[in-house]
């Protein structure tokens, strides 16, 4: 099995739903008694939320840089970013090192696609669901995405960074995400991504309205892959 490096930390409740995913995923395919050989660099997530500046972003892309170096050199054959949000910085910290960073929204378009899924709905935190950085990778395998909607933006925003990433999940944030999905079906959605790890807490990925994409189940699928060799 290869070894792979997680930059996690962001947040460290996303940082233990991947090591569980991961773990799960290699004992599915190589026995009960097997675990993953994982890299995990826990960083501070002090400062790392709700950035908005080019200066904050630019010291943000520069750190998880550093640790995708660190992650090299102990020995990581590839990397996951534990986050949706910090892959706006992908491409500095892709080219920071020599091994594959495994884009996360690249391995949602692919199963999307092979899915046959034309119109779907992302949801995650403001840059995720308004940027152009993850949404392209969608829109290039031809999925159309429905436009945000500014007021589920700012609800999910705040659930996601005044609870979610706090450890809690309000039943008034699961009725909030379920009135959310209700809607973007009425609005033509064939599925929705999951475009922040935290939101499984308030979403149940397995029984919903809608077909929903976990992006941390799908992304810790392809590092399990990774680890298996294909």
């Not at 969608?138 to 436009?147: M, S």
């Not at 992006?215 to 990774?226: E, F, G, S, Y």
């Amino acid at each position: 099995m290869r070894k792979i490096g997680l930059i996690g930390g962001m947040s460290w409740l996303s940082t233990r739903t991947y090591y569980e995913h991961i773990n799960k995923g290699v004992q599915a395919r190589s026995g009960p008694r097997s675990s993953a050989p994982l890299l995990i660099e826990s960083l501070d997530s002090t400062g790392m939320t709700r950035l908005s500046s080019k200066e904050e972003w630019d010291q943000a892309a520069e750190v998880l840089a550093a640790s995708a170096q660190r992650l090299e050199a102990a020995g990581a054959t590839a990397l996951l970013i534990g986050a949706n949000s910090m892959h706006k910085v992908y491409d500095t910290v892709a080219r920071a090192v020599s091994v594959p960073v495994i884009h996360i929204a690249e391995c949602v378009a692919a199963k999307m696609e092979a899915d046959g899924v034309k119109k779907a709905a992302l949801i995650g935190t403001r840059n995720v669901m308004v940027e152009s950085f993850y949404r392209q990778k969608l829109i290039a395998r031809d999925i159309e995405l429905l436009p945000p909607e500014m007021g589920f933006v700012e609800t999910l925003d705040r659930i996601i960074y005044d609870e979610l990433l706090l450890g809690k999940a309000s039943r008034q944030s699961e009725r909030e995400l379920k009135t959310i999905l209700t809607n973007l079906e009425q609005d033509g959605a064939e599925a929705v991504v999951l475009g922040c790890t935290e939101l499984e807490m308030v979403v149940d990925v397995d029984a919903n309205v809608l077909p929903i994409y976990d992006c941390t189940r799908i992304h810790a699928a392809a590092a399990v892959d990774w680890i298996m060799g294909g």
